[in-house]
């Protein structure tokens, strides 16, 4: 069974910068779609960024401009570069992949923008 682990979050001042790693213990095969979800508490899980098989990527309009998603297919993981980071970016962060022989969520890291 694929694990998906992300890492990096943390605490973090308004304006400030922090990147997500998620990584697969194997690698996944036939990647249909990857992505970056997060929750803040007392709302809905939202997807924040997407990267598809063929790169093409998408963003939240809440989060253009400021969050870059990538990945690196060597090292099974993928990325989201966060910047200009805002208190309402705070949030449980859940990496996901959705591959033609199922779908894979991490367990989560805490991301908290304050002052």
């Known amino acids: 069974q694929v694990q998906l682990v992300e890492s990096g979050g943390g605490l973090v001042q308004p304006g400030g910068s922090l990147r997500l790693s998620c990584a697969a213990s194997e690698r996944i095969f036939s990647i249909i779609t990857m992505g970056w979800y997060r929750q803040a508490p007392g709302k809905q899980r939202e997807r924040v960024a997407q990267?598809?098989?063929?790169?093409?990527?998408n963003y939240a309009d809440s989060v253009k401009g400021r969050f870059t998603i990538s990945r690196d297919n060597a090292k099974n993981t993928m990325y989201l570069q966060m910047n200009s980071l805002k208190p309402e970016d705070t949030g449980t962060y859940y990496c996901?992949?959705?591959?033609?022989?199922?779908?894979?969520w991490g367990p989560g890291t805490q991301v908290t923008v304050s002052s």
């Open positions: 990267v598809t098989s063929g790169d093409s990527t």
């Open positions: 996901h992949v959705n591959a033609a022989l199922g779908t894979h």
